[in-house]
């Protein structure tokens, strides 16, 4: 598996007025979708600001039936969608770079995590094309809204065909 990259990354804040922890400010609901919302960096994949996946119609037109990702329509750009992941690994925690910083909060139980995994615990799915980690890195306790966002891993064969469509780029794993 390899690390999902998109190409750009948009200067906005998709999840402004997403529902939030009043301890800490993280998202509470990852699918949230806002009004309205267009998308200025005009890149088959890309990243805003906070965090949020936005891929192209031509992105969702090859991968759309791969296993383990969705793609909502983003309200207001008819030429995007919002890419969630569902089929989760658990990242081994006891290696690679993987730190945790100040307290828990005490309204969702949320941490900030950071670093890169290197190895998983209990393997992968066979039929996955797309999976996400379990682990949410970022910061929370932020004084304005934050989202935690995991790593999302694509199997090498998808990850071929979307290099070589130039649709996005993608990292190898760090070794432990």
Known sequence: ???FIPRAEDPQEFFVGAPACGGCNAVTDHAWLP??????????????Y?????????????????????FDAVPGDAEYYRMLV?????????????????????????????GWPVRFCGGWPPEAGFVRTDVEYGTVGATRICHQTPNILVNPGLASMLTSERLCRFRALDSE
């Not at 906070?50 to 969705?70: E, H, I, K, Q, Y």
Request: with cysteine.
């Open 1 to 3: 598996m390899v690390r």
């Open 35 to 48: 009004e309205r919302f267009r998308v200025r960096n005009r890149h088959p994949s890309l990243n805003t």
């Open 50 to 70: 906070d965090g949020a996946v936005l891929v192209n119609r031509r992105f969702v037109g090859l991968v759309g039936t791969s296993p383990g990702v969705v």
């Open 86 to 114: 569902d089929t989760v690994v658990v990242v081994d925690r006891t290696v690679g770079k993987y730190k945790v910083e100040g307290s828990e909060c005490s309204v969702c139980g949320r941490i900030s995590q950071y």
